[in-house]
């Protein structure tokens, strides 16, 4: 015993120990990773292009879509989105399953954003709510495993979360939605694996038909939210103020609707990317000193989902 303690495998002279955490090991060990807000500068994103599973909107209420698709003119629309982020100055990684063009996989797996929500350590892995998508979260874990992302929890058990249900409302403060993509569980779950990173979540309620949190509030930058008023609850209104958010209110009830304007993603402090086709939303954010870039996504919108939906964020300043 006295022989093995000297080597170093026994903790010997030649062990060197681990030191550092694991958010200090991002960018050597693992790769360049973690948000902890919503509007710091956009540096690294995930998307999945869609192809053949498009087929499958022809029967839209089958596939949790609005009307069917184009293939085509959708996957052009996606092009330009990731040209546009490319513009931006964001890296972005696609998720391409193996065997895509056989296996055709899940028809909503180009909305990455509910598959995975980053911290400043890694990756929560979001367990979708409805069996139509259930098994895209492998997609994303294995593209998450290959960039070199931690992956710090899988949602389990009977928990459910898309990830669009969470935002980070300062770097110390997640603002999590349950409803119908997020059950209690889930949002259990998370709040769970938050507090282990010194994270506090506030959990609050979604309004009744509405899908995901994403789509109803969405930050410019740490001092500067802005929500479409008739689809966020009282509380997640009172949590906003709480932590000195000043909350602006969309204007066109119709471009929320049908052009999905609140649905953008934020490139850095008051500088965002948006759904082209949204004139009176687009004028009133830049009345409030918004820089905005547009791309046309007119055709994915049909899929219930807009700009911020499609875009898994990996990291930001």
Not at 15 to 32: H, N, V, Y
Not at 167 to 177: C, D, E, I, K, R
Request: proline residues 7%; neutral net charge.
């Amino acid at each position: 015993m006295t022989q093995r303690v000297k080597r170093a495998a026994y903790g010997g002279p030649g062990f060197k120990p681990r030191t550092q955490s694991l958010r200090e090991e991002l960018g050597t060990i693992w790769a360049d990773c973690g948000v902890n807000s919503e509007w710091s500068r956009l540096k690294s994103i995930l998307l999945h292009r869609p192809g053949p599973e498009l087929a499958r909107s022809a029967k839209p209420d089958q596939v949790l879509m609005l009307e069917p698709l184009e293939p085509g003119l959708a996957c052009r629309q996606h092009d330009a989105l990731k040209q546009a982020y490319e513009k931006a100055g964001v890296q972005v990684y696609s998720v391409i399953p193996p065997g895509y063009e056989r296996s055709r996989p899940p028809p909503n797996l180009m909305f990455v954003a509910d598959l995975m929500f980053m911290t400043p350590e890694g990756a929560i892995i979001g367990r979708p709510a409805s069996t139509v998508r259930a098994g895209e979260e492998k997609h994303i874990t294995r593209r998450l495993a290959d960039i070199g992302i931690p992956i710090l929890k899988s949602v389990h058990g009977t928990g459910t979360f898309e990830c669009a249900d969470a935002a980070w409302l300062n770097p110390q403060t997640v603002l999590l939605s349950h409803g119908l993509r997020t059950n209690p569980e889930g949002a259990a779950q998370v709040a769970s694996v938050l507090s282990e990173i010194g994270i506090e979540t506030i959990v609050v309620d979604l309004v009744k038909g509405t899908m995901h949190q994403m789509g109803q509030l969405r930050f410019l930058d740490d001092q500067l939210a802005v929500v479409w008023p008739e689809r966020v609850s009282l509380d997640t209104i009172e949590a906003l103020e709480a932590h000195a958010s000043r909350v602006l209110i969309m204007p066109d009830k119709d471009e929320l609707e049908t052009g999905l304007a609140l649905n953008f993603t934020t490139l850095g402090p008051r500088r965002i990317l948006m759904p082209a086709g949204n004139p009176n939303s687009q004028a009133f954010l830049e009345r409030h000193g918004i820089e905005i870039s547009c791309v046309n996504i007119s055709e994915l919108t049909k899929a219930a989902g807009g700009i911020a939906c499609l875009t898994g964020v990996l990291s930001r300043d």
